[in-house]
């Protein structure tokens, strides 16, 4: 199979299930923002040295090929025999956050993102995180969308968040509180 297929020269392209859609239909764009999520994750996955991290980043990644090709689905559906989110999926992260939040200290007030760049690129992923969770969460306005999705994605976004504070701890990188200027 090639790589170009020459469809998508005018601009549009097909959903699973056989459909076409304009490149900039929200589906696309849903799915186009958990597609570059995931780069930034491999990109994060690169940087970090635990293995333990390491391990999870690639489980999420995989849940997120699942979350893309769930979210590519045409309206008409698919007879195809796509892997689903589940509950589990979500109850892991949690674990995850949990396991982290016990070795971090209090947070007192926002934290500013960066320190590291390992730091920094986990934040990166994170608003990307926020910005493909407001992407489906539209598209769930005019389609069918599974509740799971948009609850992974809230909850993924809370992971990658306290990871990059677990990195700024592990790393010895300084948390930068925010303090708002109140005067000017």
């Keep these: ?3 170009y297929t020459k469809k998508g020269d005018k601009i549009g392209t097909g959903l699973i299930g056989g459909s076409r859609v304009s490149k900039n239909d929200l589906r696309i764009r849903a799915y ?3 597609d570059e999520l995931n780069a930034h994750i491999g990109l994060l996955r690169d940087l970090v040295k635990e293995n333990s991290v390491h391990d999870q980043l690639i489980s999420i990644q995989d849940r997120l090929f699942t979350a893309g090709s ?7 559906g698919t007879s195809m025999k796509l892997p689903a989110l ?3 999926d979500i109850s892991i992260l949690e674990e995850w956050i949990d396991e982290m939040d016990k070795y971090l200290p209090m947070m007192k007030t926002f934290i500013l993102p960066g320190g590291h760049i390992t730091v920094s690129n986990c934040h990166i992923a994170r608003t990307v ?5 407001r992407s489906i969460v539209e598209l769930a306005t005019q389609s ?9 994605f809230n909850r993924l976004s809370d992971y990658l968040f306290t990871l990059g504070r677990k ?3 592990d790393l010895d990188a300084d948390e930068t509180p ?4 109140t005067e000017r």
């Design 1 to 3: 199979m090639k790589i």
């Design 32 to 34: 186009g923002t958990v």
């Design 70 to 76: 769930l979210l590519a689905v045409s309206e008409n």
């Design 86 to 88: 589940i509950e589990t």
């Design 129 to 133: 995180c926020r910005r493909a969770e």
């Design 144 to 152: 069918d969308i599974p509740a799971i999705i948009v609850a992974y």
């Design 167 to 169: 990195l700024s701890h």
């Design 178 to 181: 925010w303090i708002p200027k």
